[in-house]
Structure formats: structure tokens, C-alpha cells
């Protein structure tokens, strides 16, 4: 049951916003938002667990929507940092010990 | 949250050769770890999932026989890849969870020649 993300791809100026969206066709216990550079071990960015939840830090924000089967990614005036690929990771039960389920990714890319 | 150091960064092997893959969670007694798998531009895939001193779990169609798995203490697992051919060359990357979220080790790159 791997998540679908949305876009695949998605190329950006420096300063423009994105959206990366995250669905399951069940509800979710948990959503994990993860970056990977090329060569490099994915990075936690956030994670969210109730159903409307908004959280976020500096420029990078998530939701986490009432039915719980559909998040999503906001990053607001993109540095070329932000550069990299996007992975949801997802938990459909309380017990799984953290055992994660990746969407298959969304490559960003910030140019100057 | 937990640091995870995985060893080695990178391996070249030759077909038929097997490759054991270390995973450290230096400040956490992990009790499961995760062995994912990540071809070029593609997901990460879990592979299994490792438990200290019992069998590890693994995921439906990997093979056990071929990726061994050993969970001896609270702080390491291996995973060992078996006969090793090309078709195996991949990122392998170990995970720690720490009441969320996962923590990664760094990654093995693995070439099979």
C-alpha cells in the first residue's frame, strides 16, 4: 500500500513556491516527510499524526488532512537548498514500531 | 535522536561474492532496525525488518536465504548479501526507529562487477 505522491518532478526559480501531495487510499496513522540528496541518506523534515494538523518550520510546512489519508508539502519561497527528492513515508496502525511505507518520490529543483 | 553509523560507505565486489553490511546505533538500544533499498531514482523499498535476538521479518518477495540478517546485540545488525551479482548492486540503507522519527545510517553504495 505505497503512498502516491504528487508531482513527479518539479522544477523551480529561487524565491517560487511548491506543493507536494501525498495520498493513501487509507487512513494513516502517521506521515514522515523525509529529504534525500543524490548519494546521501534521507533527512527528517517533519511528521504529523493528527488529522487536521498544521505544522511547520521556517519555510517548510505540512498538513495532514480530517480523513487522514492525504498530506501535503508546502515550501514557500524556495532557496537552492531545497533542492533534492521528496519522500512521504507513511505508518497505517499505531503498532507498526515505526516501520515506514515511501511514496515514490518527488525530484525538486531550485535554480538560480 | 538516535545516530546510526553504517559501514562501509561504499563496496565493489565481484560476482558471486558475498558483502556484509554493518549497521551501529551509537546512542540508542534499538531493539528493530530497517533495511531499506533504493535503486537509481527510485523509492525506498523496505527490504526486512531486523529484531534483536530473534529472526528477522522480511518483506514479501526478498529473498532471506540471499540478504542474511543478523541482530546479535541491542547496538548492530548486519546484513549480509549472499552470492552477490550485479542485479543486487543498490543503496542499502539501515534505519533506527526512536519514537519517531526513523533515523538513517549514511548508506552502503554496492557495486556488483
Known amino acids: 500500500q505505497q503512498p502516491v505522491q504528487s508531482p513527479q518532478a518539479v522544477i523551480l526559480r529561487e524565491g517560487e513556491d511548491a506543493v507536494i501531495n501525498c495520498s493513501s487510499s487509507k487512513a494513516l496513522y502517521s506521515v514522515h516527510w523525509y529529504r534525500q540528496k543524490h548519494g546521501e541518506a534521507p533527512v527528517f523534515l517533519m511528521i504529523l499524526l493528527k488529522g487536521g494538523e498544521q505544522k511547520g518550520h521556517d519555510k517548510i510546512s505540512a498538513s495532514f488532512n480530517e480523513k487522514k489519508q492525504q498530506s501535503s508539502l508546502y515550501l514557500t519561497a524556495s532557496q537552492l537548498s531545497y533542492s533534492g527528492t521528496y519522500f512521504c513515508?507513511?505508518?497505517?496502525?499505531?503498532?507498526?514500531?515505526?516501520?515506514?511505507?515511501f511514496g515514490q518520490g518527488t525530484e525538486l529543483s531550485v535554480k538560480p | 535522536g538516535a545516530v546510526v553509523s553504517q559501514h562501509p560507505s561504499w563496496v565493489i565486489c565481484k560476482s558471486g561474492t558475498s558483502v556484509k553490511i554493518e549497521c551501529r546505533s551509537l546512542d540508542f538500544q534499538a531493539t528493530t532496525m530497517f533495511w531499506y533499498r533504493q535503486f537509481p531514482k527510485q523509492s525506498l523499498m523496505l527490504m526486512a525488518t531486523s529484531n534483536e535476538g530473534s529472526k528477522a521479518t522480511y518483506e514479501q518477495g526478498v529473498e532471506k536465504d540471499k540478504f542474511l540478517i543478523n541482530h546479535a546485540s541491542l547496538t548492530l545488525s548486519t546484513l549480509t548479501v549472499t552470492s552477490a551479482h550485479p542485479e543486487d548492486s543498490s543503496f542499502y540503507i539501515c534505519s533506527v526507529p526512536d519514537n519517531s522519527p526513523l533515523h538513517f545510517g549514511n548508506g552502503t553504495r554496492l557495486t556488483v562487477t
Open positions: 513515508g507513511t505508518e497505517i496502525t499505531y503498532n507498526q514500531g515505526g516501520k515506514l511505507i
